[in-house]
């Protein structure tokens, strides 16, 4: 899958805009020319996790003409779906001019290719903090009419889109990387790996719990008002869990470390951003590696908490490796690594971008 062409209309700093995306893209520029804006303006439409929570007001653009009844919209043009993409989304399959991304008109129909609109929409009300967004087919919607296929989850999980974050790398949460790999990689072993954990931890806080200095000093304690206020017989009574003692939240208080040197084995955090950086672009990397069909790897200010010669490595194996890779950069080693037709520039011209 690539992403050949996008729309943004009325999206933060954007009143509107068309970019025909290449193979891969690195976009440069000034600041405040609008890297991170297209960045944010793909994962709306991208990330089946950005319409789970409230409107953004920050998503919406806010001209002088104070015009609030346009929808904010990002509509994406998907390309070389493959086989099981196209097979899925088949209802809603349209013929491009795979050159411009554009509906593919009679006149080079015999070159038009398949592919897929998605549609990303706002609507924001200001005065009163309310709002609601979606994706959509624009195929098979009407915004005049006011109705809209909208995408099913499912539909937009299916995506292979990996977004390079400056989140926590090698977590093992529900929403991380790392955990996707693993289920991705072997879903009955990882099931099992985790079933084990979860039986190793109630054993090994069992265990500490009937320790005789533990016992003890509970027992002083619930001796000192709990007993007769709550019915609390003895240390036999209290547990220690991780968290709300389900396996999410021991998975959350899990954090990776890594032994680098004399130290000894150090959390993840502490070992760096450079460290943390290259541990989040190499999980998107895995992931691309690991897929059926070509990933579309994104990542905003790529290179910017690395070092020269780790930016530089690090765009190109993602260059390499995904299926597209469309990277936002500050730095010119980042650059270095895409062909020189692949860099977009970015600017502003009498206050539009």
Known sequence: MRVARIRIGRFRGYRDAVLVVPENMVLAGEPQAGRTDIVEALRRVLDARSTRSRVNPLDVYRPADGDEESLTEVEVTLLDLGEDLE?????????????????????????AVLGVRLCYRARYDLDTDTGEHWVDYPARSDPAAGVFKRASRI????????????????????????????????????DSALTDLDSAVRAATGSFSETEVVTRVLDNVIDSGPQALFGIDDSADISFLA???????????????????????????????????????????????????????????????????????????????????????????????????????????????
Do not use: K, W, Y
Request: aromatic share 2%; hydrophobic share 45%; with cysteine.
């Open 243 to 353: 968290d709300d003692g389900s396996m999410a939240a021991l998975l959350r208080a899990l954090q990776p470390a890594i032994l680098m040197g004399a130290a000894g084995a150090l959390p993840v955090r502490s070992q760096g951003s450079t460290l943390e950086s290259v541990l989040s672009a190499a999980e998107a990397i895995a992931a691309a590696r690991d897929a059926q069909s070509g990933v579309v790897i994104i990542g905003d200010d790529f290179g910017d908490c690395l070092d020269a010669s780790s930016s530089e490595h690090m765009a190109r194996i993602i260059h390499v490796t995904a299926g597209q890779a469309i990277l936002t950069t500050r730095r010119p080693e980042v650059v270095r690594a895409f062909d020189p037709g692949e860099l977009v520039r970015l600017t502003v011209s009498h206050g539009e971008r």
């Open 87 to 111: 097979t899925l989304l088949s209802e809603n399959l349209e013929t491009f001019d795979q050159a411009t991304g554009e509906i593919a008109a009679s006149s080079n129909a015999g070159d």
């Open 155 to 190: 539909e937009r999980e299916a995506l292979p889109v990996q977004f390079v974050d400056s989140a926590a790398a090698l977590q093992l949460r529900a929403e991380g990387v790392l955990r996707a790999l693993l289920a991705d990689a072997d879903p009955g072993g990882l």
